[in-house]
Each structure stands twice: as C-alpha cells, then as structure tokens.
Nanobody, 132 residues
Framework: QLQAFGGGLVQPGGSLRLSCVAS????????IGWFRQAPGKEREGVSC????????VYSDSVKGRFTISRDNAKNTVYLQMNGLQPEDTAVYYC???????????????????????????WGEGTLVTVSS
C-alpha cells in the first residue's frame, strides 16, 4: 500500500514537498517515485529513485527544480518541488515497481512510449495546485 501526502495550493515560484510511505515487506530492489496527471492530459512520469542504489531519473520538465530522495528505513520517498509553475498543477501519484526493468525508469523519466508499462503498485493521488 502506498500513501501520499503533501499536496496543496501554492503560488507560482513556491515550493512543496510530497511524501509517500510504502507499507508492507519490500524487497531490496524496487523503484519508487512520482507520476502526475493534469486535467485533460495523460499521466506522465515525473521522477523515480532506486531503493537498491539510489539512482534517480527525472523528466525534462522538472529537472533542476524537483529533487527526489528516499529513506529506506522508513520506506518513504520524498519529492521536493521548487520553482513551481502553473503547468505543474496536477494530481501527483506515487508508484512502486519491484525488480524494475529499464522501461520503468524510462516511464518515470517521462517517456510516454513506455506508458503501457505496468508499475506494481499505485497510491491514491494528491492534488498540487499552482496558482496566484
């Protein structure tokens, strides 16, 4: 089970931090991260991190503004979002994939050609609204 926290309303240029807690027994090798879906658009990858080695991927649209991190002891992943813009407005979903293949990371990094990739678990979304 995945539970996401931290969404809300923020002004352009502001910051938010999302958290996602994974419950249950987890293997040593999994990818966990964030996707988002804006109104009228397809769900897209934002960022993922490997629990095994900490490697990270980001979509081009958030690179340099968002930072993903993890606390393996707490089974928690964080997404620090800085420099938020109205186009970041979306429902943000946490997702987890056991023993991820390369396609999982490409999907996380925003490659929509991998949109059929089946992440193992999805959490309920948290709404992020960027507006003045």
């Amino acid at each position: 089970q995945l539970q996401a926290f931290g969404g809300g309303l923020v002004q352009p240029g502001g910051s938010l931090r999302l958290s996602c807690v994974a419950s249950g027994r987890l293997p040593g090798d999994y990818a966990i991260g964030w996707f988002r879906q804006a109104p009228g658009k397809e769900r897209e990858g934002v960022s993922c991190i490997s629990a095994r080695d900490g490697s990270q991927v980001y979509s081009d649209s958030v690179k340099g503004r968002f930072t993903i991190s993890r606390d393996n002891a707490k089974n928690t992943v964080y997404l620090q979002m800085n420099g938020l813009q109205p186009e970041d407005t979306a429902v943000y979903y946490c997702a987890l994939d056991f023993y991820p293949r390369a396609a999982a990371y490409r999907y996380c990094a925003g490659d929509q050609r991998e949109s059929e990739y089946g992440m193992d678990y999805w959490g309920e979304g948290t709404l992020v609204t960027v507006s003045s």
